[in-house]
């Protein structure tokens, strides 16, 4: 897989979401604690996301357990580029 990072900033006044294009099957992964961070403007994301995560995992959804997880760069040593 090609993982060439990106933000994305021009759709949220400004705040960065990170992104991974996967050139193998053409589709964009997109890092959901920084949408969490954005649409939720939580002080703590990563924490909403897995209260979140348990809350539908308790309740039988299973799009949680589909989720592919990527490491990404944090976004202080993104900007640092």
């Excluded at 949680?64 to 976004?75: I, Q, Y």
Aim: aromatic content about 12%; proline content about 1%; some cysteine.
């Amino acid at each position: 897989m090609d993982n060439k990072l990106e933000t994305i900033s021009n759709l949220f006044d400004g705040k960065e979401i990170r992104s991974i294009w996967d050139s193998e099957k053409e589709e964009y992964y997109f890092s959901v604690v920084d949408v969490i961070s954005v649409l939720t403007e939580s002080k703590d994301p990563s924490h909403y996301w897995r209260i979140l995560k348990s809350r539908m995992i308790q309740e039988g959804n299973e799009t949680v357990t589909n989720c592919d997880t990527f490491k990404l760069k944090s976004k202080d040593a993104f900007s640092k580029k």
